[in-house]
């Protein structure tokens, strides 16, 4: 993933740390020179103090001071060192006492002594005194012994106002540096007067070092940030700094060469100035065209449809999805109130909460407890759900809210459960089939459980004559109303009678009807059932329901083996008329009663004469027919 791999990089080139160790390092560097000018005095080594015989030199306190501004560096430099300490803060006092005092000599021509604390020398001219430092010198000590004084103290706008100084400091510096690097020799300003090449070079030092300390605040958090500006100043910086010298010292030297006037050599510098600014904002006018288009190519491809508002409602950017869900052409979108976006049941209410949320903005998912809906541009509405995430920018606050329609998911959702409920319907009966006694108590149970369980508005089971095509509603449940005082409906009967006769499922509406076998019954029976919503009733329903509807014709045809073996038990086959079994244990009983009460209990025995000749003629079935008729 390349773009990736270059935001990772440039982090890594920005890194707040990276910044703390270079200026640790300019911290030694500062150390390093000013103990090799220290030493120079000591031992008297010109090439040391000035660099070349006719270039300023660097004087002793100057050395010192500087000493004192590259162990501050080196301690206030790592990013874990502390904002209070104080070491640096007598470090900095130090240096501010030292070039106060020296201005204060300038300022009233007084001689208190500053300048030969370390080397004495009274036979040369104060001006040219080891310690003497110049004014530009003690001016650039003073604001760097300032500003970390102030950063020391760690108030509201310590480190901004150390990065001035700091700034101000290096443009000081960096002046006397061009200035060298242009030929001149003695500056007639008293800021750069008589000051020394390596002492300007030290300044340009010691006041990038005091920008790069704390480079994620103030000042130099543009310049080190990883997002586009920072990378473009960062990358343009050198051409920034060099151009605009080198064009200038070219015209400088044509000048010089009598190739032109002064006049031209001016013109030619504008010029140049002109070229370079013009080449740096086109560099940073395509650099932040890159960084949008890059930014417009990864909201277009997000997965979300994604909008972002402003505090007035006003949507100000939406991305490819967004127009393809919302069903808007491209950039329609933009410039729309995000109410428009909003159903007109919802509508009224949607512009306070608005107002509400950029009061209290936090990152949250829009409408959590309730169900939300979406407008397309057409009039149509949808299921979503939208996240909210506030942003704020340099133009004003921004939200930014990413709308999915979970209509399928939805649809999926509610497929899921009412699968489940279906599926604790079938439990339901398979339970019910193992303790149902009767038919009654059978329909009783299984029409309650599918509507608790499988969420249905109703549930009977209806029994039609197939003669007269009477139907009679043996047992029912309703969701919400009684449903016994009610008559089945127009389409209900209709359903039952399809059901019955073609014995075939039968789904119309909102209602389907399942074929129940009755095998020892002449009248034949439908469980029928009713759902809030029309058309609702899909395959993976269907199949689940008919299992619980074979169940229940399994559970009736046991019910009706078990009565038949129950009467089988006790009555006899032929005549109907209750066996020896049921005979003694009736007789039992009675002669137990009459026990208890000192009663009598009578017995008829009746026999059949010449029942054996009447089977040998007329067979068994015959005999079967005069035992029937003896028993009416």
């Known amino acids: 993933m390349p773009a990736l791999n270059y935001l990772l990089k440039s982090s890594a080139l920005s890194s707040p740390a990276i910044y703390s160790s270079m200026a640790g390092q300019i911290g030694w560097a500062v150390i390093a020179i000013s103990v090799l000018v220290i030493v120079s005095w000591v031992f008297d080594i010109e090439a040391g103090k000035r660099l070349l015989p006719t270039f300023q030199s660097m004087k002793l306190n100057t050395a010192l001071c500087f000493v004192t501004c590259g162990v501050i560096l ?25 070039s106060g005092l020296t ?63 700091g700034l101000a400091v290096a443009i000081i510096g960096g002046a006397a540096v061009i200035g060298y690097a242009f030929g001149v020799k003695e500056f007639r300003l008293p800021v750069f007067s008589t000051m020394a090449l390596h002492t300007a070079v030290l300044f340009v030092l010691c006041g990038v070092g005091m920008l790069f300390v704390r480079p994620g605040e103030g000042l130099m958090s543009s310049a080190t940030s990883r997002f586009v500006g920072g990378r473009s100043l960062r990358r343009l910086f050198p051409f920034i700094a060099a151009t605009p010298i080198l064009m200038s010292w070219l015209s400088l030297q ?12 001016f013109a030619l510098g504008s010029l140049s100035s002109i070229l370079v600014l013009g080449f740096v904002g086109w560099l940073g006018a395509d650099a932040l065209n890159c960084e949008e288009e890059r930014f417009c190519s990864t909201i277009d491809s997000s ?51 608005r107002s509400e949320y950029m009061i209290h903005a936090q990152q949250r998912i829009m409408g959590e407890g309730r169900e939300l809906f979406a407008l ?61 006694q009767s038919l009654d108590h059978l329909f009783e149970c299984a029409t309650r459980i599918t509507v608790e369980e499988g969420g249905l508005s109703a549930a009977l089971v209806v029994q039609q004559d197939t003669q007269s095509g009477k139907c009679t509603i043996l047992r029912a449940h309703a969701a919400a109303t009684p449903i ?44 029928l059932l009713n759902r809030h919503e029309s058309f609702s009733f899909d395959d993976s329903d269907m199949k689940l329901l008919q299992e619980v509807t074979g169940d229940i014709s399994f559970a009736i045809a046991g019910l009706e083996k078990s009565q038949k073996l129950d009467y089988l038990t006790n009555f006899d086959n032929v005549t109907d008329l209750p066996n020896r079994l049921l ?15 000192k009663g009598l209990v009578s017995l008829l025995y009746v026999d059949i004469d010449r029942f054996k000749q009447v089977n040998d003629s007329l067979g068994h079935a015959g005999g079967d027919e005069v035992l029937r008729h003896v028993a009416k």
């Open 254 to 265: 044509g000048v010089l060469a009598g190739y032109y006037s002064e006049a031209f050599g």
């Open 376 to 436: 397309r541009q057409d009039g149509t509405g949808f299921r979503a759900e939208i996240a909210l995430n506030p942003v704020q920018t340099a133009d004003g606050r921004f939200v930014v809210a990413a709308i999915v329609d979970i209509t399928e998911r939805v649809a999926a959702e509610q497929k899921i459960m009412r699968l489940n409920r279906m599926h604790k319907v079938l439990s339901g009966i398979n339970t019910l089939i193992v303790r149902s």
């Open 103 to 165: 201005l204060f000599e300038y300022g009233s021509g007084l001689l208190l002594g500053i300048d030969n604390i370390l080397i004495p020398d009274t036979a040369t001219a104060p001006e040219n005194w080891p310690g003497r430092m110049s004014v530009g010198t003690a001016l650039c000590f003073s604001m760097i012994g300032a500003g970390w004084l102030i950063a020391v103290i760690s108030g509201r706008h310590s480190i901004l106002i150390l990065q001035l100084l």
């Open 74 to 98: 080196v301690r206030k430099a790592p990013s874990e060192a502390p904002p209070k300490d104080p070491v640096a803060a007598l470090l900095a006092l130090l240096l501010f006492l030292i």
């Open 583 to 597: 005979l003694t244990d009736r007789l039992q009983q009675a002669i137990f009663q009459a026990d208890s009460f």
């Open 303 to 353: 997965p979300v449809a994604t909008i972002m508002i402003d505090e007035l409602g006003i949507i100000r950017m939406g991305n490819r999805l967004a127009h393809s869900v919302l069903g808007y052409a491209d950039n329609r979108l933009v410039g729309l109130s995000v109410e428009q976006l909003v159903p007109d049941q919802f509508r009224q209410g949607h512009s306070a909460y």
């Open 484 to 527: 016994e005082v009610r008559r089945l409906t127009g389409d209900e009967m209709e359903a039952v009678s399809d059901c019955v006769q073609h014995h075939r499922i039968v789904v119309r509406n909102d209602l389907a009807a399942f074929p129940l076998n009755l095998h020892e019954h002449a009248l034949e029976a439908a469980f």
